[in-house]
């Protein structure tokens, strides 16, 4: 019997030994990978952009798409300068983003269901390797706004109803102009809260005055602005996602990346199912509402990229820290599978840091700055970070790399040579373009007649490897 016993108690020490180890790792794993997103400027291309169309609403007074286009909404591009003014670090700036705007989602989530809002801002640091959610794209600003009408929505059923629904509103209309897909999963989450609540005409209706008039604010500088065209520019968005769109093959795919991260969530989910929360107060309800129309809105956009799955990455971990709260988590090993996908994703997103450290060193923006000055820049279908980094000014409205090609489709290289004839003084191209054949021939011939060589960046240790960010930069010849 002693030696029973003795051999239990050795066994349960060995199991809370190798617990020790576990849980040591992956919080060492997690001090190097938040670590790694102060180390550079920017972990996620689509957020070097923003800021630089920003800065032509702000310093040039060009509302968009008049100085540079991308198709999302143009209050992004005003929220991303305002916090590039604010914040003046540039190493780590959207990552200080992303923790404010988990701050602010936490702040208002724990309001909501009167959970620990440190607990909650915890667990989205902990786990948000599953989604990119620390890369600050426009998907943290979503999650917090939508928080935000959460509270607004179930603090409206009792108190201030009125004024509380208009505000609900107005976020819906701010939040939709800031990626589309919030606007999707915030009308069908007001749709289910006005059908599962009183649904009364003066409820609906202070609603959506909240949208109307917000609205109306947000577009006003179209109104009041001779060069603002409001039509141009729902035009050039429309034009470009129809192009934009994937085709079935990809679509497909993408559903098929959604169904297997959501799998690692089906832990959460059942405990979720089994703890009836559907069935009992309101705010249980939106949550749940939440995170299956974020999951509709990351299908039906048809591109499985990481970071769309912060939309439902948000309210799977609130749902965690509520089952967590109550005690409903019975079998926490279930979570193994879901810790372990984070863990290897940490270790990716490292690395994935590391090379773009290593790629904004090649591309020395600090030279790009010195050798170009106010010179206007003509980028074909290259790197268009150097625009964040080095402060460039960009010469054709379509610099995003990949965007001529979207919107022009088989007529882009016409649109190219049509810039080249214009003369800029400077041409970006992207590493090797002209040897392998990326770059048509005929705008190849004309930089080489035109143009000189001013810088080439690229890996010294492997100069065969033409990384997206490699480039080289021409100057108009005298």
Not at 83 to 98: A, H, I, K
């Amino acid at each position: 019997m002693d030696n029973l016993i003795k051999k239990i108690t050795e066994k349960t020490k060995l199991q809370k030994n190798i617990l020790r180890m576990c849980v040591f790792l992956f919080l060492s794993t997690f001090l190097v990978y938040s670590s790694s997103f102060f180390l550079a400027p920017f972990n996620d291309w689509d957020v070097s952009f923003y800021p630089v169309i920003g800065r032509g609403i702000f310093e040039h007074h060009l509302l968009p798409y008049n100085y540079l286009f991308d198709h999302k909404p143009y209050l992004v591009y005003v929220l991303y300068y305002l916090w590039c003014r604010v914040e003046p670090l540039v190493n780590g700036r959207f990552m200080l983003l992303t923790l404010a705007c988990a701050g602010m989602t936490s702040f208002f989530l724990g309001k909501v269901y009167k959970a620990s809002k440190w607990r909650i801002f915890i667990f989205l640091c902990l786990f948000s390797a599953f989604c990119d959610y620390f890369d600050g794209n426009t998907e943290v600003i979503q999650a917090a706004l939508i928080s935000l009408f959460v509270y607004l929505i179930t603090k409206s059923l009792k108190l201030y109803e009125d004024i509380n629904l208009f505000l609900s509103g107005c976020v819906l209309s701010f939040s939709s102009n800031i990626n589309y897909l919030s606007g999707f999963i915030l009308a069908l989450i007001s749709g289910a809260f006005f059908i599962c609540t009183n649904l009364n005409f003066r409820r609906i209706s202070w609603f959506l005055f909240g949208i109307i008039s917000s609205l109306f604010v947000i577009f006003l500088p179209f109104f009041v602005m001779d060069h603002g065209n409001i039509v141009e520019y729902f035009f050039m968005q429309h034009h470009f996602l129809h192009n934009y769109a994937s085709s079935f093959r990809d679509r497909i795919a993408g559903i098929a990346y959604l169904f297997c991260d959501l799998l690692f969530l089906l832990p959460i989910l059942i405990s979720w199912v089994a703890g009836r929360y559907f069935f009992s107060d309101i705010k249980y309800k939106v949550l749940s509402f939440w995170f299956v129309f974020a999951v509709l809105a990351t299908a039906l956009s048809g591109h499985g990229y990481t970071h769309y799955f912060s939309l439902f990455y948000v309210p799977a971990i609130m749902m965690l820290v509520i089952l967590y709260h109550d005690g409903k988590l019975k079998y926490p090993s279930v979570l193994i599978p879901f810790i372990l996908y984070v863990e290897i994703s940490m270790i990716l997103a490292v690395i994935s840091n590391v090379n773009s450290m290593k790629h904004t060193a090649r591309e020395n923006p600090a030279l790009v700055t010195q050798l170009v000055g106010h010179e206007k820049v003509l980028n074909i279908n290259s790197d268009h970070s150097l625009y964040y980094l080095a402060n460039l000014e960009p010469f054709e409205k379509f610099s995003f790399q990949g965007q001529m090609e979207i919107y022009y489709k088989d007529n882009y290289n016409d649109m190219y040579m049509k810039d080249l004839m214009d003369k800029p003084k400077f041409v970006i191209l992207p590493y090797r373009g002209c040897v392998d054949d990326t770059v048509d021939k005929s705008i190849c011939s004309f930089i080489l007649k035109n143009y000189k060589l001013d810088f080439v960046s690229y890996s010294k240790k492997n100069p065969n490897n033409n990384s997206g960010r490699y480039y080289e930069l021409y100057e108009l010849l005298k």
